[in-house]
C-alpha cells in the first residue's frame, strides 16, 4: 500500500517562519478598519453603474467614495432647518426565507413636515410619488465609505405605524400636514449594494458601538416641482425659481449631530 508522506520536521518549521512573519505584521497594523477596508475597496477597480429595471441605475461608481452622501444643496430652502423638510423614521431589512414567496428588501421609511401648510404631492401612479425622482446613498460605519447607491427610485405612500399602501386618491394628490399620518417608503435594490457587502448588513451598526460614528449614514433625497412652490409660498415669494425641488434626509450624520 501506498503511503503519502507529509512534510519532515525541518520542511514544517521552514513552512511556520512565512506564517508568524505574517501573523506578527498583521499584529502590529492592528485590526482591519472600516475606514481602511473602505479605501482598500475603492482601490480594487472602477465600478461602473448599473441600468436596473424601471430606469433605476445602481451607482456602483461611487462605491467606495468618502464624500458624503448628503447631495450639494441645489437652491435655495434646502438646508436641513427648513420646511418642508424630509427626516428619516427607521429602516428596515425583510430576509425572506428559502420557501417564502418574495424577496428580500432593505426599505428607508422617510417622513415629510410641511411647515404651517399642507404640502400635495401628485400621485405619479399606484400610490407613488417622485416617480424616478429618489435616492438612496449610505456610507459605512467609522468612515467605511459608500456602500450602496441608487438613483431613479420612487417613492410609495404608506399610513400608520404599520406602513400601510395608500392608493391613488381620488384628487390625485396626496396630502401631507404636519399632524397626519402619512409617510414614504423608498425601497433599495439589492443590486445597488457595493461588492463585499450584502442587502442584510447595509443597515448594521458595529456590534458593540454606541456612538453615531458606530452606524451606518443614511440618505435619502426625493423631487417635485411642488416642493419649490410649496417652499417659495412658505417664504413669502412669488417667484419660486431660486427654490430647490429636493426634499433631503439623512440619519446619523456625525456633522449634523455634532458628534
Given amino acids: 500500500m501506498n503511503r503519502i508522506s507529509g512534510p519532515s520536521g525541518r520542511a ?55 464624500r458624503s452622501p448628503r447631495p450639494v444643496p441645489r437652491g435655495k ?16 431589512y425583510s430576509g425572506k426565507g428559502p420557501h417564502a414567496d418574495g424577496s428580500s428588501t432593505f426599505t428607508v421609511t422617510v417622513r415629510l413636515d410641511p411647515g404651517t401648510r399642507p404640502l400635495f404631492l401628485p400621485d405619479t401612479g399606484k400610490g407613488t410619488v417622485a416617480r424616478g425622482q429618489a435616492t438612496i446613498a449610505i456610507q459605512g460605519p467609522r468612515g467605511e465609505g459608500r456602500i450602496a447607491s441608487a438613483r431613479g427610485l420612487t417613492a410609495r405612500v404608506v399610513r ?12 390625485g394628490v396626496h396630502r401631507f400636514a404636519r399632524t397626519g399620518d402619512l409617510a414614504l417608503e423608498v425601497e433599495l435594490p439589492a443590486r445597488a449594494v457595493c461588492p463585499g457587502h450584502s442587502l442584510a448588513d447595509v443597515g448594521r451598526c458595529d456590534p458593540g458601538g454606541n456612538r453615531i460614528e458606530d452606524c451606518p449614514v443614511v440618505a435619502v433625497t426625493l423631487a417635485d416641482e411642488t416642493v419649490r412652490l410649496h417652499r417659495a409660498a412658505e417664504a413669502g415669494f412669488s417667484a419660486p425659481g431660486r427654490f430647490s425641488d429636493r426634499l433631503v434626509a439623512v440619519l446619523y450624520e456625525e456633522s449634523v449631530a455634532g458628534a
Fill in 12 to 66: 514544517w518549521a521552514a513552512l511556520a517562519v512565512p506564517l508568524v512573519l505574517i501573523l506578527l505584521i498583521l499584529s502590529a497594523q492592528g485590526p482591519l478598519s472600516h475606514e481602511r477596508s473602505g479605501r482598500l475597496h475603492a482601490l480594487g477597480g472602477a465600478l461602473k453603474d448599473v441600468s436596473l429595471p424601471g430606469g433605476v441605475t445602481a451607482a456602483l461608481s461611487a462605491c467606495g467614495s468618502s
Fill in 77 to 92: 430652502g434646502e438646508e436641513p432647518a427648513a420646511v418642508p423638510s424630509l427626516s428619516i423614521g427607521s429602516y428596515e
Fill in 160 to 171: 400608520g405605524p404599520a406602513g400601510k399602501p395608500v392608493p391613488r386618491p381620488e384628487s
